[in-house]
């Protein structure tokens, strides 16, 4: 019961997590007419979350190798007992919510982005630390994060047609206090090790050199390596989930409701992390990433033909084969390094692993047009599977 309670809980962290992501592609047309910006200046959305990103995966892992899992996330040193990550985060949808000066709009995606960077960890770190099944619950948590990124863009689009737009911001906060108080209530401040023997699971401590984890994270490079990988795939991942909708508007005639192949995207995504399961297993997890990044390379269609239903058809597809990759990293991860370094690991990947390929597709769209989204996204999708080449695929 205790190991379900946990499960839910880290899936509900998730969904906040993609609805955070999936929230923004159906409004950038609408912060660009209420703030009066091109491509380039809304992309620095994803470039100041991305900081926000890096700096919260070095807090991390200073925190958990300080405080343990629970403590990081909830600690009572840490915020008065409440989750140092979506307190964080209750600020950033603060101010967001009253439609700030576009400077402070931004300056909350630094502070949401280093919240969520601190609880992705935690909660990704966790999952690959369990011993039982940990493969299908990271499928099952990161579908969760799908979840999120699909509900996420059918609101957003209804608040984006509004003169109060904003306040999707407001659902948002509702989201992130629920978590706050989820996460007080489960963890109660335990660390990593408590939290696991609550369930029934034996840990086996701390490695040694407990004071010199960062040290030790960057000086592997399976580390870096890994980090680099998801750099590509996350960049992809945004890039599709938050300009895809400015490019069906802009370059394939659609109207205001474009913003729902953007939750076509993320379904996919959210369906894919299930579906395909039992495929990745017969396949092998590593060499399935292979298989799924082809697909993914398929989608040449939405560049090369000129219609806005099939390109909303390969969006699925493409979140659909894409879905399954970030788990099968995260499960590599809990695999190849140390035990007592998978969480700051992990945290450090996902942190290095933040959006900055969006901002680069926002000044090549400023700059040259938003018809050049695809042969960036489709560059980057063959890039991705050179890196994964590379990843080592035996403990070190």
Known sequence: ?????????????????????????PLIPKIQEVYHVHYMIISLLF????????????????????????????GHRILLKFDSGSSLQIVAYTLQTVGPPFPVFVLASVINGVGLAIQDAQANGYVASLSEDSEAKMGYVQAA?????????????????????????????????????????????????????????????????????????????AVHFLALFLFVYVGVEVTIGGWIVSYMRGVRGGGPSAGYISAGFFGGLTLGRIVLLPINKKVGERRVIYLYGLIAIAQLVIWLVPSLVGGAISVFIVGLVMGPLYPIAMNHAGRVFPPWLVTGSIGWIAGIATAIIPFVTGAIASKTGIENLEPVVVAMLAMMLVLWKVVPGRQI
């Open 47 to 74: 470039v100041f979350g991305s900081i926000g990103c890096l700096g919260g995966a070095l807090v991390n892992v200073l925190l958990t190798q300080r405080y343990g899992f629970g403590k990081t996330s909830l």
């Open 145 to 221: 994060y799908g979840a999120g990124a699909l509900v996420a863009p059918l609101v957003s689009t209804q608040f984006a047609q509004l003169r109060h737009w904003s306040f999707h911001y407001l659902v948002s906060l509702g989201i992130t206090a629920l978590n706050t108080i989820f996460l007080a209530l489960v963890s109660r401040a335990r660390n990593q090790d408590d939290c696991l023997a609550q369930i029934g699971q034996e840990t086996g401590g701390k490695g040694p050199s407990e004071e010199s984890h960062f040290r030790q994270i960057i000086s592997i490079k």
């Open 1 to 25: 019961m205790h190991a379900r309670i946990q499960l839910v809980t880290l899936c509900w962290t998730l969904f906040l997590a993609g609805w955070n992501d999936g929230s923004l592609g």
